[in-house]
Nanobody
Framework: QVPLVESGGGLVQPGGSLRLSCVASGFFFGIYGMGWYRQAPGKQRELVAKITSSGSTTNYADSVKGRFTISRDNAKNTIYLQMNSLKPEDTAVYYC????????WGQGTQVTVSS
């Protein structure tokens, strides 16, 4: 059973929006903080946004602050990433994972921002 399955990526024009989803399984989702990460070609994976177990606190990388919103639905073992005002530099494969120690990474979902 794959513990993390990401979806919702695609090709979008600059200024557009996407909503990513990540469904988790195999661990007690509701007691862990979760995060969205991204990896662009030739770059290291970076943390984009994180959310506490209850969803009461969120944090964002400076590069996405004010444009991205992370949320979660503990009843559905799912986290979301609403991405607005997308820029070409947001192009990457997006992954989710729990607070360290991480579980196995999923396949991610490709986000491409291009005109």
């Amino acid at each position: 059973q794959v513990p993390l399955v990401e979806s919702g990526g695609g090709l979008v024009q600059p200024g557009g929006s996407l909503r990513l989803s990540c469904v988790a399984s195999g661990f007690f989702f509701g007691i862990y903080g979760m995060g969205w990460y991204r990896q662009a070609p030739g770059k290291q994976r970076e943390l984009v946004a994180k959310i506490t177990s209850s969803g009461s606190t969120t944090n964002y990388a400076d590069s996405v602050k004010g444009r991205f919103t992370i949320s979660r639905d503990n009843a559905k073992n799912t986290i979301y990433l609403q991405m607005n005002s997308l820029k070409p530099e947001d192009t990457a494969v997006y992954y989710c994972n729990k607070d360290v120690p991480w579980v196995s990474w999923g396949q991610g979902t490709q986000v491409t921002v291009s005109s």
